[in-house]
């Protein structure tokens, strides 16, 4: 899979956002290092801390199904009706991928036609893993 067909599969999981709150939709496409496709979307609450982003709701996906080797991640969002340049995850989920993925592991960020890839230790210099119990 290419990284614009994951970008792609990342915006199409946006299109099932339940955001009625924030009214900022996100989608995620995680690709597993056998070639499989998870996606997610983020999913609001009316009690805030309840709800879920898109980039745990991909990965909780694969784990639960039994997948623990990923090969990248991409992520779209942005405000109702617009697509943000840049929306990274946020520091749950950013450590959610640490638990998963080696800091060399490819992330997607931006929207189809202007996207670019970082790696987890980019967006996470400072991971907190099972290392360091």
């Given amino acids: ?10 915006q199409k999981a946006r299109e099932y956002s339940y ?15 056998s070639g499989k496709l998870y996606t997610g979307c983020n999913i609001e609450n009316a009690s ?3 709800g879920n982003c ?8 694969a784990v639960s199904e039994g997948e623990r080797e ?11 009706g617009e697509t943000s340049d840049f929306c990274a995850p946020c520091g749950i989920c950013r450590q959610v991928i640490a638990e998963f993925c080696p800091k060399d592991f490819k992330i997607l960020l931006g929207n189809e ?14 991971t907190f893993t099972s290392e360091d119990l």
Wanted: proline letters at 5%; zero cysteines.
């Fill in 1 to 10: 899979m290419t990284d614009l067909e994951l970008m792609k599969a990342a």
């Fill in 19 to 33: 955001s009625p709150y924030s009214h900022f939709s996100v989608g995620a496409a995680l690709l597993t290092k």
């Fill in 48 to 50: 805030y801390p309840a």
């Fill in 54 to 61: 898109a980039e745990r709701t991909a990965i909780f996906k």
């Fill in 70 to 80: 990923f090969a990248a991640l991409a992520i779209v969002g942005g405000k109702e």
């Fill in 113 to 126: 036609e202007h996207y670019k890839a970082f790696t987890l230790e980019m967006l996470l210099p400072y």
